[in-house]
């Protein structure tokens, strides 16, 4: 690398340049925005594909994410019936809903080397027959045991929508319009943990009874596995194949502020140079390369290039190079925010489906389940403050920085979540404790769902900013803290409560809420620090992963 040329400092890129820079750059844009990753010219790259074939996937995906997750939340519908029909007790039920936390966190850590071997469709495939199995159990369900343990099943069939689905969206859609396809994915989560109990309720209650909580879930998964099957397409494509080397193609759209801005001449004017260090493998013209047959793209199986006979070798050395993730602050950042919300979760879950289902609001398993309806709005608005806009304010805060994109920018969204949020959770279990009606508690309920779906989003695009080859890797370390701390935080959560009272355990929780939040402040003043010292671990992640 010349004078003239900068080194590459992983999350900080050149996101939009000027008309002058654009004189002189190679770079490919869409208006004055910086396209990273660069595509290649393949009709078959999933950053090329057309809007219909594009947004199909996009659809299967996000409906993958809200069924899983409204499976894995379902369970709590049929408590009852469990309860009056074999006397399995609520402790049995939140003991199975440690083990489903388990499940999710740690089939997602298992199950990661796959994606790059195999493909990525056949991830989906497998967790939801292990949904299948999850949901067939719960629906033959007679003794404590089968409550707890089919809830290893249906957590593993979410682990596929836990880091796989965020690395297929990140392979259809650029950097700079992560935020908002992030948002799409908490958004789809959102709706399948809130309408999960909200529809389970209704079956519950109607003359079906409660196992058909678990065979619908059966009957859904199984359509879903069949249209996958002959329509979700494999999103991995492999760049290197086409001139492009991923570490070296890193370094694309790469300048530091200080870089451009102090090159001056003399007389104050920004020097003209080349802003951005050119990838020393130009992509080659494939215009005649053409979209493979109907069936080559429906395949269940892609091997990768480099696979060895059945991979098993790469397979398991692929899965202890993933435990070096636990290595990268960001990741660890993510992970407790992520966690935390699945830790408040299993608190105002449990005193709808306990409190509110007693005296004084005397409400049915469906009158519980209507409670998520704010959440849901809260979280629709959360996930457009922490997506969309969230894309915006960081265009808007690269011009304003010379055209140069840091991640830690992305994080001055998270700070109304640390207002709204442990508001909430001090609204509604005061509101609960002091029995409160409408409006109070459901407003609560609203802020909290804010929360949810705007400190998920952001701490996950922030993840994916800083580390933008590292995707799938930094979301299974995401998964694994945050399955770990709403864990944790299920087993705690009932003996916290009745050993303090709703009153001063939700105080607690906003308490918590509020500092969990406010970790942003050192990820922005140190964030940038700490992807400098991580660089070369960052750099040696990416080249032994891609050896194996």
């Given at each position: 690398?010349?004078?003239?040329?900068?080194?590459?400092?992983?999350?900080?890129?050149?996101?939009?340049?000027?008309?002058?820079?654009?004189?002189?750059s190679?770079?490919?844009?869409?208006?004055?925005?910086?396209?990273?990753?660069?595509?290649t010219?393949?009709?078959?790259?999933?950053?090329?594909?057309?809007?219909?074939?594009?947004?199909?996937?996009?659809?299967l995906?996000?409906?993958?994410?809200?069924?899983?997750?409204?499976?894995s939340?379902?369970?709590?519908?049929?408590?009852?019936?469990?309860?009056?029909?074999?006397?399995?007790?609520?402790?049995?039920?939140?003991?199975?809903?440690?083990?489903?936390?388990v499940?999710?966190?740690?089939?997602?850590?298992?199950?990661?080397?796959?994606?790059?071997?195999?493909?990525?469709k056949?991830?989906?495939?497998?967790?939801?027959?292990?949904?299948?199995?999850?949901?067939?159990?719960?629906?033959?369900?007679?003794?404590?045991?089968?409550?707890?343990?089919n809830q290893?099943?249906v957590?593993?069939?979410?682990?596929?929508?836990?880091?796989?689905?965020?690395?297929?969206?990140?392979?259809?859609?650029?950097?700079?319009?992560r935020?908002?396809?992030?948002?799409?994915?908490?958004?789809?989560?959102?709706?399948?943990?809130?309408?999960?109990?909200?529809?389970?309720?209704?079956?519950?209650?109607?003359?079906?009874?409660?196992?058909?909580?678990?065979?619908?879930?059966?009957?859904?998964?199984?359509?879903?596995?069949?249209?996958?099957?002959?329509?979700?397409?494999?999103?991995?494509?492999?760049?290197?194949g086409?001139?492009?080397?991923?570490?070296?193609?890193?370094?694309?759209?790469?300048?530091?502020?200080?870089?451009?801005?102090?090159?001056?001449?003399?007389?104050?004017?920004t020097?003209?140079?080349?802003?951005?260090?050119?990838?020393?493998?130009?992509?080659?013209e494939?215009?005649?390369?053409?979209?493979?047959?109907?069936?080559?793209r429906?395949?269940?199986?892609?091997?990768?290039?480099?696979?060895?006979?059945?991979g098993?070798?790469?397979?398991?050395?692929?899965?202890?190079?993933?435990?070096?993730?636990?290595?990268?602050?960001?990741?660890?950042?993510?992970?407790?925010?992520?966690?935390?919300?699945?830790?408040?979760?299993?608190?105002?879950?449990?005193?709808?489906?306990?409190?509110?289902?007693?005296?004084?609001?005397?409400?049915s398993?469906?009158?519980?389940g209507?409670?998520?309806?704010?959440?849901?709005?809260?979280?629709?608005?959360?996930?457009?403050?922490?997506?969309?806009?969230s894309?915006?304010?960081?265009?808007?805060?690269?011009?304003?920085?010379?055209g140069?994109?840091?991640?830690?920018?992305?994080?001055?969204?998270m700070?109304?979540?640390a207002?709204?949020?442990?508001?909430?959770?001090?609204?509604?279990?005061?509101?609960?404790?002091?029995?409160?009606t409408?409006?109070?508690?459901?407003?609560?309920?609203?802020?909290?769902?804010?929360?949810?779906?705007?400190?998920?989003?952001?701490s996950?695009?922030?993840?994916?900013?800083?580390?933008?080859?590292?995707?799938?890797?930094?979301?299974?370390?995401?998964?694994?803290v945050?399955?770990?701390?709403g864990?944790?935080?299920?087993?705690?959560?009932?003996?916290?409560?009745?050993?303090?009272?709703?009153?001063?355990?939700?105080?607690?929780?906003?308490?918590?809420?509020?500092?969990?939040?406010?970790?942003?402040?050192?990820?922005?003043?140190?964030?940038?620090?700490?992807?400098?010292?991580?660089?070369?671990?960052?750099?040696?992640?990416?080249?032994?992963?891609?050896?194996?």
């Open positions: 690398m010349t004078s003239e040329q900068v080194d590459y400092l992983p999350g900080t890129s050149r996101l939009v340049e000027s008309y002058d820079e654009a004189a002189i190679h770079l490919k844009k869409h208006g004055d925005i910086v396209l990273s990753p660069q595509p010219n393949s009709v078959n790259d999933p950053l090329n594909w057309s809007v219909p074939r594009k947004y199909w996937n996009v659809a995906l996000c409906f993958i994410t809200a069924l899983t997750a409204a499976t939340n379902d369970a709590g519908s049929a408590q009852t019936g469990m309860n009056d029909e074999y006397g399995i007790s609520w402790a049995a039920m939140n003991t199975g809903a440690g083990v489903l936390f499940g999710i966190g740690y089939c997602t850590l298992l199950i990661s080397p796959a994606a790059w071997l195999y493909g990525r056949i991830t989906y495939i497998v967790c939801l027959t292990l949904g299948v199995i999850g949901a067939i159990w719960m629906a033959n369900v007679h003794t404590t045991m089968d409550s707890i343990w290893l099943f957590g593993a069939s979410e682990a596929c929508a836990e880091a796989n689905v965020q690395l297929s969206l990140s392979d259809m859609f650029f950097q700079h319009q935020g908002t396809v992030i948002g799409i994915y908490v958004l789809s989560t959102s709706i399948g943990t809130y309408l999960g109990p909200l529809i389970g309720g209704y079956i519950a209650d109607s003359n079906m009874g409660w196992r058909w909580v678990g065979w619908w879930s059966v009957i859904i998964s199984c359509v879903t596995i069949l249209v996958c099957l002959f329509t979700l397409e494999e999103t991995s494509f492999h760049r290197d086409y001139g492009i080397n991923i570490v070296q193609g890193m370094n694309e759209t790469v300048m530091t502020e200080e870089g451009y801005k102090n090159d001056k001449h003399d007389d104050g004017q020097a003209t140079k080349d802003i951005s260090p050119r990838n020393s493998f130009p992509s080659p494939v215009a005649s390369e053409t979209k493979p047959s109907y069936w080559r429906m395949r269940l199986i892609t091997p990768a290039p480099n696979l060895i006979g059945t098993f070798k790469q397979y398991m050395r692929r899965l202890f190079h993933t435990l070096r993730i636990f290595g990268f602050p960001a990741v660890i950042y993510s992970g407790i925010q992520w966690g935390a919300q699945d830790a408040w979760l299993t608190f105002y879950l449990t005193l709808e489906e306990d409190n509110w289902t007693s005296a004084p609001w005397n409400y398993d469906v009158g519980s209507i409670m998520n309806v704010p959440c849901l709005i809260g979280a629709v608005i959360g996930c457009f403050w922490g997506g969309y806009l894309d915006q304010f960081v265009i808007w805060m690269a011009k304003r920085n010379g140069i994109r840091e991640a830690e920018h992305r994080l001055w969204m700070y109304p979540c207002i709204f949020s442990p508001l909430g959770m001090l609204l509604f279990g005061i509101g609960t404790a002091y029995e409160w409408w409006p109070v508690p459901y407003v609560a309920l609203g802020f909290i769902g804010f929360g949810w779906g705007c400190a998920g989003d952001l996950m695009a922030y993840l994916m900013d800083a580390y933008p080859e590292m995707v799938l890797e930094g979301m299974v370390g995401v998964a694994v945050n399955n770990t701390i864990c944790i935080f299920t087993f705690t959560a009932s003996p916290w409560l009745s050993a303090s009272g709703t009153r001063d355990c939700f105080i607690a929780i906003g308490v918590l809420d509020f500092f969990f939040v406010m970790l942003t402040v050192p990820m922005m003043i140190w964030g940038k620090a700490c992807r400098s010292w991580t660089k070369n671990r960052y750099l040696d992640f990416v080249r032994i992963r891609d050896e194996i």
